[in-house]
């Protein structure tokens, strides 16, 4: 409710996703996305992402890549939310 309330919305969100990203080094960078469903996990769609074409740490690039592939898959349909 206090998400809803902060971010005006006019009914509370029922699908939350969020992304963080982990730097293994240089070469090996990757990123998970969880997601809740009326404030509970749903397992079954969380997803492991490895980043590619960058040339070290950079969360800012990494998070651009995630979100740009994510919303993809929804906009071609391989990836449906609930």
Do not use: C, W
């Not at 079954?44 to 960058?54: A, S």
């Not at 800012?60 to 995630?66: E, H």
């Amino acid at each position: 409710e206090l998400l809803g309330a902060m971010l005006g919305l006019n009914s509370l969100p029922k699908r939350l996703e969020a992304y963080d990203i982990s730097n293994l080094g240089s070469d090996d960078i990757v990123a998970s996305m969880t997601v809740f469903v009326d404030g509970q996990p749903l397992k079954r769609d969380y997803k492991r992402f490895k980043l590619e074409n960058l040339t070290g740490p950079d969360d800012y690039g990494s998070m651009r890549q995630v979100i740009e592939r994510r919303f993809n898959h929804f906009l071609n349909g391989s990836f449906l939310l609930e």
